[in-house]
């Protein structure tokens, strides 16, 4: 069996760049271009590029506005690749492109190529890649109005840099120093090889943010061009990261790439990177897509971070992306992380016996630095406290002492709300949401219930809407409920200055305005804030100096999900968690380290007694049996098919139905497809979903595999059919 050639692609050996013939010419009616535009994903013309005249010929890259239907869309001319035949259209249909917008410098090869295959390995076509990765302000801009806007760009860059002098950096450690010399040789590969992508296995506070600072600056004193990407997983650690670049690089200016910017920002932010005005570009998941034409080094920092990985249209992950494209552009990657994801920890596995290394290179850095050691983990039992019980006398009494010395506690439950279901103890009512199968949430602060899947939302009856018993009550703990009953648990104790404790509360309810978590964090940082509670948003990153305590409350969930990925991602979470107490070591008494805290009904667990050791290795070794007894990614590849219909039967039946005409294709290419079920949860917003889930030891037959089911998908669709999407490398199944 012939399989296409974008095997092992996040992965080397893909196909060089095809170079593009010169478009034929039409005599008296100009050049014949083929132009990438965004068509809908599952249109069957949209794989291919769309031909258009213009007088003259134009590079590949360029954009054009062009006709489509009655509108003006922006295009790509686009090269005319082997995979890729134009789309045929009689000549005499052919328009004319309207606009070429020549003062931008075309879009490069690699870029184009990044684009090409982002489309062929998410099953997206590649103009809806293409467009979504571009600023949607370039879409309105007329060739005058672009023109301005890099004028002015220029005009700054050529404008003298401030002469603040930039922060100098601390001696580097010996194990600092190994990682940097490591990243170093990774890019002396024999033959003009690409370097080896490098894992920085560095425990929370061992320096990678300095390693990551002073591989940038040794990327960017090489050429006078050459230019970096720091990816970070979450938007609200970008401010940090981008203070302590713009620290110690004050000459250079940083784009930023995020989703919190106004479009006229990120416009501008994209030019700054596309045309080599500014070097450093850091951003989220969306800027592994941005045009970096001098590219030479790509930094993911927290690569485990299921952040990396889009969840609508194309759902790439950035991370693998980001190694693809390194690869390509002959840079340097350093993927950096304190609980690596399985996938990254096992292609950096060291030889053993018979068995080669992984591709990557792994370095570590274990110790700490002017932190105190990693926190004391503590598991506090819960299978004897009374039935209820959210938090243990032990730890009210703990938070008590730590506050009374001016250091902070943490508290983590990852649910937000009040409580998660209303019940009637009467006739036996819940909270059900009326379009989904899933419960709806009691809001306190607003008295509403709120569904977290659809988003509909009542406010609180009065009484059960079936029965009428005044007496409704809630059932479970959210984030706003333990915020409420630490209060009134905390109420007698006091801080040194005599006052009571102050708890806050950090969750996407509080932070949905702009502002309001730089505020929240503010107050935190300066001190006034005794208690933290919150959900993951406060484990990631955050660099608390006054934590000396974090208490995780029930992660029990976690240890028994049909998720084979849910310990790895608790694991993650707690590490990172605890990561956050006991940063300054000065503040941090002998009697009494750092410690972090886990309420638990299963104490003996395995993955406590590693996170107990802070032994990532030991846990990964575990997972990683675990998963290789089970042929589970990283030693198998999945994609998961989605479908979307008013009736579970429909959406069930057309999975299967396209399953079965490819079932030769799938014993041919060892594509195992499970048969479809329902998701979880089944019904959102009055529609019915269903999924099925592909497995192939083989990631190349896999990926063949689904590009026959995708056709075979568009070709029994039927108006039943509401929607439907490949995943591939999913994530939660
Ligand atoms: P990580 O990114 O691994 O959590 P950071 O790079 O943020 O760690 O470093 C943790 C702390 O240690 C920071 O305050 C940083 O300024 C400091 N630090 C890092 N490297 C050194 C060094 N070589 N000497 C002194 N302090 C350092
Ligand atoms: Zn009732
Ligand atoms: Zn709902």
Not at 443 to 458: S, V
């Amino acid at each position: 069996m012939q399989l296409p050639p974008s095997d092992e692609a996040l992965f080397p050996d893909l196909e060089p760049p095809t170079p593009s013939p010169s478009p034929p010419a039409f005599p008296g009616a100009g050049v014949r271009l083929d132009v990438l535009v965004a068509l809908p994903a599952h249109s069957p013309l949209s794989m291919a590029p769309l031909p258009y005249l213009h007088d003259t010929a134009l590079p590949p890259g360029t954009l054009v506005r062009v006709p489509l239907g009655a509108r003006e869309v922006l295009g790509i001319v686009w090269d005319e690749a082997a995979d890729m035949p134009g789309t045929e259209v009689a000549p005499e249909a052919i328009r004319p492109v309207r606009t070429a917008l020549t003062d931008l410098p075309p879009l490069n090869a690699h870029w184009r190529q990044l684009i090409a295959f982002t489309g062929r390995y998410y099953q997206r076509s590649p103009g809806e890649v293409a467009l979504s990765a571009l600023p949607p302000q370039l879409r309105d801009l007329d060739a005058v109005q672009l023109g301005r806007r890099l004028r002015k760009l220029q005009a700054t860059a050529t404008a003298q840099p401030p002469d603040t002098p930039a922060s100098v950096p601390p001696p580097l450690t010996p194990q600092q120093q190994q990682a940097l010399q490591a990243l170093e040789t990774s890019g002396e590969g024999a033959g003009g090889q690409a370097p080896r992508p490098c894992l920085l296995f560095g425990s929370t506070g061992s320096g990678k943010t300095e390693v990551y600072l002073h591989a940038v600056a040794r990327a960017l004193a090489a050429t006078p061009q050459a230019q970096v990407l720091v990816l970070v997983p979450e938007i609200n650690l970008t401010p940090q990261l981008q203070a302590r670049f713009a620290d110690r690089f004050p000459q250079e200016r940083i784009a930023a790439l995020h989703s919190g910017l106004t479009p006229a920002q990120r416009l501008q932010h994209w030019l700054a990177a596309h045309t080599g005005v500014a070097r450093i570009v850091l951003g989220t998941r969306m800027a592994v897509l941005a045009s970096i034409p001098h590219l030479q080094l790509v930094v993911v920092d927290e690569e485990h971070d299921p952040s990396y990985k889009q969840q609508e249209g194309a759902r790439y992950s950035a991370r693998d992306l980001a190694i693809y494209r390194a690869h390509h552009q002959q840079a340097r990657v350093l993927l950096g992380s304190a609980t690596p994801s399985l996938e990254s920890w096992y292609q950096s596995r060291p030889a053993e016996g018979d068995e080669p290394a992984g591709r990557y290179l792994r370095l570590a850095m274990p110790e700490r630095i002017g932190a105190a050691p990693l926190p004391r983990v503590r598991l506090v039992d819960m299978a004897h406290a009374p039935r209820g019980a959210v938090f243990s006398p032990l730890l009210l009494e703990a938070i008590g002492t730590r506050a009374a010395r001016g250091e902070q506690t943490l508290v983590l439950l990852n649910r937000r709300g009040y409580a998660p279901v209303l019940h009637c103890p009467d006739c036996g009512w819940k909270s059900e949401c009326p379009h989904c199968s899933a419960y709806r949430v009691f809001h306190k602060a607003d008295r509403t219930l709120r569904c977290h899947h659809c988003g509909y939302t009542e406010r609180v009856p009065r009484a059960c809407p079936v029965c009428g018993n005044l007496d409704i009550r809630t059932l479970g703990q959210g984030t706003e409920r333990l915020e409420e009953s630490l209060a009134e648990h905390l109420q007698a104790l006091r801080r040194a200055d005599g006052a009571p404790l102050a708890i806050a509360r950090i969750d996407a309810d509080t932070t949905r305005h702009a502002g309001a978590l730089e505020a929240q964090l503010a107050r935190v940082h300066s001190g006034d804030v005794d208690v933290l509670v919150g959900t993951q948003i406060i484990a990631k990153g955050h660099d608390f100096r006054r934590v000396t305590l974090v208490a995780a409350l029930n992660p029990d969930g976690a240890l028994f999900s049909s998720d084979f990925r849910a310990p790895e991602r608790l694991f993650a979470l707690l590490m990172q968690a605890g990561g956050r107490a006991g940063r300054d070591a000065a503040l941090v008494r002998p009697d009494t380290p750092a410690e972090l805290w886990v309420q638990t009904q299963f104490p003996t667990h395995p993955l406590f007694a590693a996170l107990r050791a802070h032994d990532y290795p030991a846990f990964a070794a575990r997972q990683l049996e675990e998963r290789h007894d089970a042929g589970l990614p990283p030693y198998s590849h999945h994609a998961l098919v989605r479908a979307e219909s008013r009736s579970q039967e429909a959406a069930q039946g057309f999975l299967r139905t396209a399953a079965e005409a490819c079932g030769e294709l799938a014993a041919a290419t060892g594509v195992y497809c499970y048969p479809a079920v329902p998701m979880t949860p089944q019904r959102v917003a009055n529609q019915e979903r269903a999924q099925m889930l592909l497995e192939s030891p083989n990631r190349a037959a896999l990926q063949h595999f689904l590009h026959h089911f995708s056709q075979m998908l568009h070709a029994h669709r039927d108006r039943a059919i509401l929607r439907w999407a490949i995943d591939v490398d999913p994530l939660a199944i």
